[in-house]
């Protein structure tokens, strides 16, 4: 099986675009596009034979506008490891450790937009 894309969940393609071009190069890349039944618009950013695909939030009704939510996260069986606290650069952030059983990396922190 071969690795087709990875998605980033970004809250502005075009500023998230002209970061990443800063640091990578890339082959190509398609102009965004609204996925309507997902309430996104996504762009495709060609490097080597794998594309990052920029996923950003069509509405505030898109089911990534709220993309890391705690309570959410515990609903669906994530737990708690380290409530919301002043973190780094003073923002706030929180440790939750999620039941996936297919991959190592159950402990995600979840920080505060500067």
């Known amino acids: 099986m071969k690795l087709h894309h990875i998605g980033l969940v970004v809250k502005n393609i075009q500023k998230s675009l002209g970061e990443l071009t800063q640091y990578l190069n890339f082959e190509s890349t398609t102009m965004p596009s609204l996925v309507g039944s997902q309430k996104v618009n996504i762009c495709f950013l060609k490097?080597?034979?794998?594309?990052?695909?920029?996923?950003?939030?069509?509405?505030?009704?898109?089911?990534?506008?709220?993309?890391?939510?705690?309570?959410?996260?515990?609903?669906?069986?994530?737990?708690?490891?380290?409530?919301?606290?002043?973190?780094?650069?003073?923002?706030?952030?929180?440790?939750?450790?999620l039941n996936m059983k297919n991959t190592n990396c159950n402990l995600i922190e979840l920080a505060e937009k500067k």
């Open 47 to 97: 490097t080597n034979n794998v594309f990052l695909e920029l996923i950003e939030p069509a509405d505030e009704n898109s089911p990534v506008s709220k993309f890391a939510e705690l309570e959410k996260m515990e609903k669906n069986g994530g737990r708690i490891i380290v409530n919301v606290v002043k973190g780094f650069e003073d923002r706030l952030t929180a440790f939750i450790m």
